[in-house]
Nanobody, 127 residues
């Protein structure tokens, strides 16, 4: 099983940017596709982006297209989420997660498809 540790969260003003990182250890990082999820208080955990094992394929829910960019550096065992034009409604705890599910469709949005999770990093966007 792979272990995941997120970093890069913090407080940012609306319109600002943050880059989250997800450092992986344990089982081979390239065995897994990756996803970034977020969970706001009182809301369900939702996918914001996913990326295939090689990094060649990405998936974004329609609601997130354009502001967030997912990437990975397999040589560094690290995944990233670049977030631009942040809004107060982006405030949430952000989690990275690993899955064997192929990044081909909305199936990858299901948290139940993910085997390993990080502890999360808090993002607060002030207005």
């Amino acid at each position: 099983q792979v272990q995941l540790v997120e970093s890069g969260g913090g407080l940012v003003q609306a319109g600002g940017s943050l880059r989250l990182s997800c450092a992986a250890s344990g089982r081979a990082f390239t065995s897994y596709a990756m996803g970034w999820f977020r969970q706001a208080p009182g809301k369900e955990r939702e996918l914001v982006a996913a990326i295939s094992r090689s990094g060649a394929t990405t998936y974004y829910p329609d609601s997130e297209k354009g502001r967030f960019t997912i990437s990975r550096d397999n040589a560094k065992n690290t995944g990233y989420l670049q977030m631009n034009s942040l809004k107060p409604e982006d405030t949430a705890v952000y989690f990275c997660a690993a899955t064997f599910t192929a990044v081909q469709s909305a199936v990858v949005s299901d948290p139940q498809r993910y085997n390993s999770w990080g502890q999360g990093t808090q993002v607060i966007v002030s207005s």
